[in-house]
Nanobody, 123 residues
Framework: QVQLVESGGGLVQAGVSLRLSCAVS????????MGWFRQAPGKEREFVAA????????YYADSVKGRFTISRDNAKNTVYLQMNSLKPEDTAVYYC????????????????WGQGTQVTVSS
């Protein structure tokens, strides 16, 4: 069964950077569209970024465009989220997701989800 495990979160000061990683089990990683979502306490899950199978055709939420970069390494079954210039409003649990053919920003279109990793940005 496909499993996703996020790592790289932590407590950081505003303006610094973090890189999140998501390791995906199985033999079919390269067939998935991959996405990152986040959820703050009391709020709905929010789309952050998505990437197609080859590593091209990236897509970002307006709130993170220019600051965050999604990438993937199909040889390592891993997707990354480079997060620069972090702001307090970026504080959330970040989730990695995999889908066969989702619309990039639509959480309902993804088939597998990780447990999440906490990112906390202090002012």
């Amino acid at each position: 069964q496909v499993q996703l495990v996020e790592s790289g979160g932590g407590l950081v000061q505003a303006g610094v950077s973090l890189r999140l990683s998501c390791a995906v089990s199985g033999r079919t990683f390269a067939t998935y569209v991959m996405g990152w979502f986040r959820q703050a306490p009391g709020k709905e899950r929010e789309f952050v970024a998505a990437i197609r199978r080859s590593g091209g055709s990236t897509y970002y939420a307006d709130s993170v465009k220019g600051r965050f970069t999604i990438s993937r390494d199909n040889a390592k079954n891993t997707v990354y989220l480079q997060m620069n210039s972090l702001k307090p409003e970026d504080t959330a649990v970040y989730y990695c997701a995999a889908g066969f053919a989702p619309r990039g920003s639509d959480a309902n279109g993804y088939d597998y989800w990780g447990q999440g990793t906490q990112v906390t940005v202090s002012s």
